[in-house]
């Protein structure tokens, strides 16, 4: 199985701030990597695709990148509804895996 | 507009079954793979199962393998999720995800989840 570790587990950031979320994937995954958005008691919701495809309304402030098994999510000014839990997901091979997830923070 | 609606939740005994339901709506449900997430509480998310458009293949996590099956009724526009020989581990929300068409392993739209409880 393909394990994602996804680090920081927490941080603390500001409105305005840049935020960076990392993934690394245990075995190449290609860009087969996404990226969703949870808010408390609500179901996650997809931000980012094949690494690095902006998912359909999704505001342009995310980004996503790779750099060999290394994946990053770029919340390039946290707005004040971007506060919430981040996961990482690999689409590459069954078993589908989840990182641990990253909450943010209001510091 | 998509929209997918869990139901079939409860509280059961371990060792007991339950059965979930997913009702899509706003989409050709047939022409879609499919998914089960759950998410215990305070915790992450797992995924649980994958059905392809056609009914096969079909997949299983390693912690529910041999005991959920999952199927889909594209007449009625519906995902399914046997569930037996439950434990007190597979206490969370369970969602009912569709598959993302390229590449077919991500999720574009969910459902709101229900909660499943196993206890005494």
């Known amino acids: ?107 | 507009e998509v929209q997918l609606v869990e139901s079939g939740g409860g509280l059961v005994q371990p060792g007991g079954s339950l059965r979930l339901s997913c009702a899509a709506s706003g989409f050709t449900f047939s022409s879609f793979e499919m998914n089960w997430v759950r998410q215990a509480p305070g915790k992450g998310l797992e995924w649980v199962s994958f059905i392809s458009s056609s009914g096969s293949p079909i997949y299983y996590a390693d912690s529910v393998k041999g005991r959920f099956t999952i199927s889909r009724d594209d007449a009625k526009n519906s995902l399914y999720l046997q569930m037996n020989s439950l434990r007190a581990e597979d206490t969370a929300v369970y969602y009912c995800a569709r598959a993302t068409v390229v590449p077919a392993a991500n999720f574009d739209y969910w459902g709101q989840g229900t909660l499943v409880t196993v206890s005494s």
């Open chain 1, 1 to 107: 199985d393909i394990q994602m570790t996804q680090s920081p587990s927490s941080v603390s950031a500001s409105v305005g701030d840049r935020v960076t979320i990392t993934c690394q994937a245990s075995q190449g995954i290609n860009n087969w990597l996404a990226w969703y958005q949870q808010k408390p008691g609500k179901a996650p919701k997809l931000l980012i695709y094949a690494a690095s495809s902006l998912q359909s309304g999704v505001p342009s402030r995310f980004s996503g990148s790779r750099s060999g098994t290394d994946f990053t999510l770029t919340i390039s000014s946290l707005q004040p509804e971007d506060f919430a839990t981040y996961y990482c997901q690999q689409a590459n091979s069954f078993p589908l895996t989840f990182g641990g997830g990253t909450k943010v923070e209001i510091k």
